[in-house]
């Protein structure tokens, strides 16, 4: 059983920061990419960061140059540093993670997010 557990989700005031974390835990043989999706109410999930396991990243663009995704391979976790903050970045924070078991079975787990509100 794998799962991906969260936190570091809250509220901050326009142009604060805020750090996610994300720990994978279970019968990990390896991870592949990681990433954080967000989805704000009624609007459909989108892809915030991504890293493979040689640390490419990807971001989208309403986020480049404020958030910066990193991961430690070691502890299989991965951060979202966000900075810069807007009340357009309030949504729920849902980690993301390509992972093989030590069946050798690869599979795309979700965890069960962490909600972020930015307002004054």
């Known amino acids: 059983q794998v799962q991906l557990a969260e936190s570091g989700g809250g509220l901050v005031q326009p142009g604060g920061s805020l750090r996610l974390s994300c720990a994978a835990s279970?019968?990990?043989?390896?991870?592949?990419?990681m990433g954080w999706y967000r989805q704000a109410p009624g609007k459909q999930r989108e892809l915030v960061a991504r890293?493979?396991?040689?640390?490419?990243?990807n971001y989208a663009d309403s986020v480049k140059g404020r958030f910066t995704i990193s991961r430690d391979n070691a502890k299989n976790t991965v951060n979202l540093q966000m900075n810069s903050l807007k009340p357009e970045d309030t949504a729920v924070y849902y980690c993301?993670?390509?992972?093989?078991?030590?069946?050798?079975?690869?599979?795309?787990?979700w965890g069960q997010g962490t909600q972020v509100t930015v307002s004054s």
């Open positions: 993301n993670a390509d992972i093989r078991d030590f069946y050798m079975s690869t599979k795309n787990y």
């Open positions: 279970g019968s990990i043989f390896s991870i592949s990419a």
């Open positions: 890293i493979d396991s040689v640390r490419r990243t």
